[in-house]
């Protein structure tokens, strides 16, 4: 290419980039510095409140998933009303309802896949994890569902003891055990095996069965039982 060419074509980069008419150089395009975060469109709008204070609001929870799985004095602490504090709650709880309900009582759950399904909802966003069981009657249907502990975001310390009294004390004949990973990788750990190997022994000793222990995540589950309890 020519020098005359090359300095042509650079005189119609710049001629392009000028307001019409005036003179001035429009400078590049950048249209998503200029776009407000969606997720605190969304908190503003159901707030309503600004986008600067919605923004807090979710950096003071640590993020949406905070927000969704705050109570409503974690709430009303990041300077939300109480009133709004309980709309938020009952919107959120409705999310989750949609995607997965929990056990009705007196419910067969055929297996893990049915558990996760139940469960997903709930736990699968959390931040920190929790624990809980499913303690089912001689049918195997469902009596009632518990959380037994709550952790952090790397781990929840269980006791089997205490495990078990409120479980015996719904009268249950068998048991399923759930809890969450909040990197949403399912895949059991050592100490999920090791724990699951004491909740089955003490479980033996007082006539309560472990059935399953389903570790759920993001988009899937595992289930220690369909595991070979490995």
């Not at 979710?58 to 949406?64: E, I, N, P, R, T």
């Not at 055929?110 to 069981?133: D, I, T």
């Not at 310390?157 to 990197?183: T, Y």
């Not at 006539?207 to 070979?228: I, K, M, N, Q, T």
Request: proline share 6%.
């Amino acid at each position: 290419m020519k020098d005359t060419e090359t300095i042509s074509l650079e005189q119609q980069v710049q001629a392009s980039t000028q307001a019409p008419g005036s003179g001035k150089s429009i400078p590049p395009l950048d249209s998503d510095r200029h776009l407000p975060d969606p997720t605190a469109k969304l908190v503003a709008d159901a707030l309503g409140s600004s986008l600067k204070r919605s923004a807090s609001i979710l950096q003071a929870l640590g993020g949406l998933s905070g927000l969704a799985y705050a109570s409503e004095d974690e709430l009303c602490a990041a300077a939300i009303s109480r009133t709004k504090a309980k709309l938020v709650c009952a919107a959120f709880e409705l999310a989750r309802h949609s995607i997965g309900q929990p056990p009705r009582r007196g419910a067969r759950l055929a297996g893990a896949n049915e558990v996760w399904q139940h469960m997903r909802a709930r736990l699968s966003g959390l931040p920190v994890e929790e624990f809980w069981c499913i303690a089912l009657d001689v049918r195997h249907r469902v009596l009632a569902d518990l959380m037994l502990a709550r952790g952090s975001l790397t781990g929840v310390e269980v006791h089997p003891r205490d495990v078990f009294r409120p479980i015996i004390k719904l009268g249950a004949a068998a048991v399923l055990f759930c809890h969450n990973h909040p990197s949403g990788d399912p895949s059991p750990s050592r100490s999920d095996v090791e724990l699951t190997t004491r909740l089955r022994e003490v479980g033996d000793l007082c006539g309560v069965p472990v059935l399953d222990h389903v570790v759920v995540g993001f988009d899937g589950y595992s289930s220690l039982a369909e595991r070979g309890w490995r």
